[in-house]
């Protein structure tokens, strides 16, 4: 049906502002363990401690490259459609994903009915 068409769409739309809003929490909070981890390091006496705090760091840093790049690839879906003009026709294209769908629904339903009874 067209009408799945225009909703995939527009759920794709708003599946990259999820997305992306999701990738740049995850890289802050990444970002801000950086710090955590840093001290840790500088404060571990134990060599062998280190050592395990350095891996959680390298965890930690190749998290955040992942969350950067979803960021990055969503950034520019989610700018585009935060502009007015462009967010006026993702409203309109939502009307428009309605008005499909009450014709699909008429074309579905529609029955005929003889004008002329013939005997």
């Known amino acids: 049906m067209v009408s799945e068409n225009i909703k995939a ?3 794709f739309v708003d599946e990259s502002r999820k997305v992306y809003a999701c990738a740049l929490d995850n890289m802050r909070r990444e970002e801000k363990k950086l710090q955590d981890f840093l001290h840790a390091i500088e404060f571990e006496s134990s060599a062998k401690e280190r050592s395990k705090i350095c891996t959680k760091l390298h965890r930690s840093r190749k998290a955040r490259r992942d969350y950067k790049d979803m960021v990055e690839e969503y ?3 989610v700018k585009f ?3 007015p003009q ?3 026709t993702l409203d309109q294209m939502t009307n428009l994903l309605g008005r499909v769908r009450k014709v699909e629904k008429y074309h579905r339903e ?3 009915f003889p004008r002329v009874k013939e005997d």
Do not use: C, V
């Open 9 to 11: 769409f527009l759920d």
């Open 75 to 77: 950034e520019e879906i």
């Open 81 to 83: 459609f935060q502009d």
């Open 86 to 88: 462009h967010k006026k």
């Open 110 to 112: 529609r029955q005929y």
